[in-house]
Structures are given as C-alpha cells and as structure tokens.
C-alpha cells in the first residue's frame, strides 16, 4: 500500500457541482494533514489544513477519519478556477520534518 | 517579501555536466525542502534541512548533493547529470520551531532537462 494515496482522476464536473476527493495514509500516528492545490505547470499552494476532525473555509471542506485512515476534500458549487490537481500532504517522521505528497487528483470544471 | 525564489527557471543540460539550483527564502524559515515532480509520481522528498548547516537524505537522495551554509539559502548540486534526472525541481521552506506550522511554502520550480 502507497504511504498516501489518491484517485488521480480527472473528475470532469460541470460548474456549480459539488465534488469530493479521498485520501487514504498508512501511517496511523500522522497527526496533522493538508490539501494543496497546484494549478498547471505551478508551484503547489496550501488549500487546507486538518488537524482535527475536520476544516470548513467557505466553499471548501475537509474532513479526517482516523479509524479508516484517509482525509476527504468536498468542494462546493464549483467555479471554473477550481480546475487544479488537489495534493493530500502528511508529515511524517520526528517533528514532522518529512512529508509525504499523494500524486494528486485533477479536477476539471466546465462550464 | 519575495517568499521562495528559485534560480534558475529552466536549463537544458547534457549527459555528465554538473550544476547548482540556487533556493532563497525570505521568511526567516528553519527548514527548508527540494522536491523533484514527476508526471503521475507526485512530488518526492531529494533532500531537506532543519537548520542552517545541516542537512538530511529525503526519498530519492540519490545522484544529488545539498548544502545549507546560510539560513536563507539552500543549493542543490548535480555533478553527473543524466536523463533519469530530467524533471520539475521544487523548493520549499516551512518555519518549524516549537509551535511552527508544518505549511510548506514552495518555490516557483526549475525545469530541468538531461539530454
């Protein structure tokens, strides 16, 4: 099993849908968990951070489930600038130093 | 406040040359990070650092050398390149410490081609 690991897709939705990605770890005493967005032939940018159960900022909501092991990306009334590849992050190691970045999950809005 | 800068922005290398990536934060950042990305491979950990003069092997360390004599630099060095190689080169800063966020601010990428 992949140490992080997600469905690359790509997810073609139309705009205004409501869209949401999965991410399963192995590692059970990662703490902390992130999404990046990264647009095309980009540097990756921090979306959200979930240290908790789970994270909400406006249209987007992240949620963990630590018994299953895997973090969750819902993504609300899609807009055309939501297309991106989505990174699920974890830190892992002593202090975190190291992360891990899953593959990815592209998504595409269209109007 | 520039953030994470990266030089250069593209090269084009031939079998057996060497050369330097040049990474400069900013922020005043304790850890600093080089990933490589390849399609459908995500990005892998090459090389990291926690402090200045220090440095430590990431997942694929292999083929490159790192070195961190300044806070607000760190270099990567390639001194035989070969195609294997050939990639997007990312560096990334986090603030660590006690108390830090684990957010990693990246760099704008160098392209790398080995032919």
């Known amino acids: 099993r992949k140490e992080v690991e997600q469905d690359p897709g790509p997810f073609n939705v139309p705009e205004g849908a409501t869209v949401a990605f999965n991410c399963t770890y192995s590692?059970?005493?990662?703490?902390?968990f992130f999404w990046y967005r990264q647009d095309c032939r980009k540097e990756p940018k921090l979306l959200m951070s979930?240290?908790?159960s789970g994270n909400e900022d406006g249209r987007f909501t992240a949620q963990l489930n630590r018994a299953s092991q895997y973090i969750s990306l819902l993504i609300r009334d899609s807009k055309l600038s939501d297309s991106a590849t989505y990174l699920c992050v974890v830190p892992y190691g002593t202090g975190g130093f190291k992360t891990i970045f899953g593959a990815g999950t592209r998504l595409f809005v269209k109007a | 406040n520039a953030g994470v800068t990266q030089t250069p922005k593209f090269r084009v290398l031939k079998t057996g040359q060497s050369m330097t990536l040049l990474c400069a934060q900013d922020m005043n950042h304790e850890y600093m990070y080089w990933y490589r990305q390849d399609p459908g491979m995500g990005l892998r950990l090459i090389h990291y650092s926690v402090g200045e003069g220090t440095t430590a092997k990431g997942e694929v360390p292999d083929g490159y050398n790192v070195s961190r004599l300044k806070k607000q630099n760190f270099l990567l060095g390639l001194e035989s390149a070969a195609p294997s190689q050939t990639s997007v080169y990312f560096c990334?800063?986090?603030?660590?410490?006690?108390?830090?966020?684990?957010?990693?601010?990246f760099g704008p990428g160098t392209r790398l081609t080995v032919t």
């Open positions: 990334a800063s986090r603030k660590g410490g006690t108390g830090g966020g684990y957010e990693q601010y």
């Open positions: 979930v240290y908790s």
């Open positions: 590692n059970s005493a990662s703490q902390s």
